[in-house]
């Protein structure tokens, strides 16, 4: 008889245990429910991360001036203040030429390619051998360099016409020069992107500390 009442006490405490779990576990199922639905709808379930992407820059081909980017400090590979010599070394796909004795006072050379814009470097004084100016010149009827001629970020090269020039530069200023009036754009820090415009057309580009084109390449 004891034995009896003893086994019926024990199923009944299995029984209230069982109970418990089985509401215990439902409770914790019903806590975590809404969190887990929220998280599925901040993220929906086809949506993608896009990689982050990095901006690429262009090289410069040393060979081909339509790459180049007309700067205030720099035209391509050319820059101001760089050594005089060491740049003609890298000018490889050009026909240059040092063939300037009207002017003693400094050292010019010159970059000739068939089809392209000549180019000139000068330095400040003769002997200190550092690039004082880079100088793009069309010869001839200016609009024949417009697919082979570096330009500015905006699209300003040899052959551009007055209107695309003052289009992409509401504010330059117009140098009224007795010999070489032409339109300068400063940077703010003292450097000069000079627009010499014959005929309606961008006929020589310099870059140089100054807002001036000299009247010989000596000046």
């Known amino acids: 008889m004891m034995r009896h009442v003893f086994n019926r006490r024990r199923l009944r405490v299995a029984s209230f245990l069982l109970m418990v779990f089985v509401l215990s ?14 998280t599925r709808s901040a993220v929906p379930a086809d949506s993608t991360i896009a990689p982050t992407s990095t901006p690429v820059t262009a090289a410069v081909d040393l060979a081909e001036p339509s790459s180049w980017i007309i700067d205030f400090t720099s035209v391509g590979p050319l820059a ?21 004795d009207s002017c003693p006072s400094h050292s010019i050379l ?12 000068t330095e400040k004084n003769k002997g200190d051998g550092l690039i004082e100016q880079i100088v793009l010149e069309g010869t001839g ?19 551009a016409t007055l209107d695309q020039l003052k289009s992409a530069y509401p504010a ?11 339109y300068a754009l400063p940077d ?32």
């Open 80 to 100: 101001i203040g760089a050594d005089l010599d060491a740049t003609k070394l890298t000018m490889t796909a050009f026909a240059s030429g040092t063939g300037f």
């Open 172 to 182: 330059i200023t117009y140098q009224d020069d007795h010999y070489t009036p032409h």
């Open 110 to 121: 010159s970059f000739d390619k068939t089809g392209y814009p000549s180019v000139f470097i």
């Open 188 to 219: 703010g820090h003292g450097n000069w992107i000079n627009f010499d415009v014959l005929e309606g057309l961008v006929k020589h580009i310099v870059v140089r500390p100054t807002p001036v084109i000299a009247r010989e390449l000596c000046g």
């Open 141 to 159: 009827d200016s609009s024949g360099y417009i697919a082979t001629s570096p330009r500015t970020t905006s699209g300003i090269g040899i052959g």
């Open 25 to 38: 576990g439902c409770t914790d199922q019903a806590a975590t429910a809404p969190l887990q639905s929220s």
